[in-house]
């Protein structure tokens, strides 16, 4: 039978094990879904080949690591567009935990955040107030103040897609969606949550008929 001093030591010992154990790395999975529309052609004013973009993402990254064209952490659930390469995405940290956050997605043969006409690819821009805010993602479009639509071949900072039978790019002007979905992990917390919720509600309950 251990003693109360023993059982203190094997408690001290198990939690000192836990602070020598490495720090886990902060990996997050967020899957997004959504739709772009109203395409513009800021330069040749041609119509969109495809007047409305529709896919959902999930990535699994570190917020606190920038990447580059990653394709191993992103898995493409829907696009309805064919693209010249695979799809990555790119992250943009800010300097401190609570600065702006940005997430590229795109094809990567011209980088994940950047689009050239001619050619098939794709990019989506997601800006969120900050690392800890990574279910709550909007989407800059041309008409944003601060973003644009550069003349192709140009860099892009706003959502939109090439075709190769177009020389200029197509960028979503007014109308956007996207939203966070959440991981199963998630819902079943959620569940959880939930559950308990009711549990105490009818203890509470149960609690007021006695004492009536």
């Not at 513009?40 to 606190?64: I, K, Y």
């Not at 829907?78 to 956050?101: E, I, K, M, Q, R």
């Not at 075709?163 to 956007?176: L, Q, R, V």
């Amino acid at each position: 039978m251990k003693t109360r001093d023993g059982l203190i030591a094997i408690v001290a010992a198990s939690a000192a094990l836990v602070a020598m154990a490495p720090a886990q790395a902060a990996t997050v999975t967020e899957t997004y879904d959504f739709t772009l529309g109203n395409f513009v052609d800021p330069f040749a004013g041609a119509t969109a080949p495809v007047s409305t973009v529709t896919a959902s993402f999930t990535l699994t990254f570190d917020p606190t690591v920038s990447y580059s064209n990653e394709t191993s952490g992103i898995t493409v659930n829907a696009l309805n567009l064919t693209l010249d390469s695979a799809v990555g995405f790119s992250t943009y940290p800010g300097a401190t935990p609570t600065d702006p956050y940005f997430i590229s997605i795109g094809g990567i043969e011209n980088g994940a955040g950047d689009v050239f006409g001619g050619t098939n690819d794709f990019v989506l821009q997601l800006e969120f107030a900050n690392e800890a805010s990574l279910g709550s993602p909007t989407l800059p479009l041309c008409s944003d103040p601060g973003y644009f639509c550069g003349p192709a071949p140009a860099d892009s900072y706003a959502s939109g897609y090439t075709s190769s039978g177009y020389p200029n790019s197509f960028f979503a002007a007014t109308s956007a969606s996207v939203a966070a979905v959440p991981e199963p992990a998630t819902w079943a917390m959620m569940l959880v949550g939930f559950g308990g919720l009711g549990a105490a509600m009818r203890s509470r309950r149960k609690q007021s008929a006695a004492a009536a």
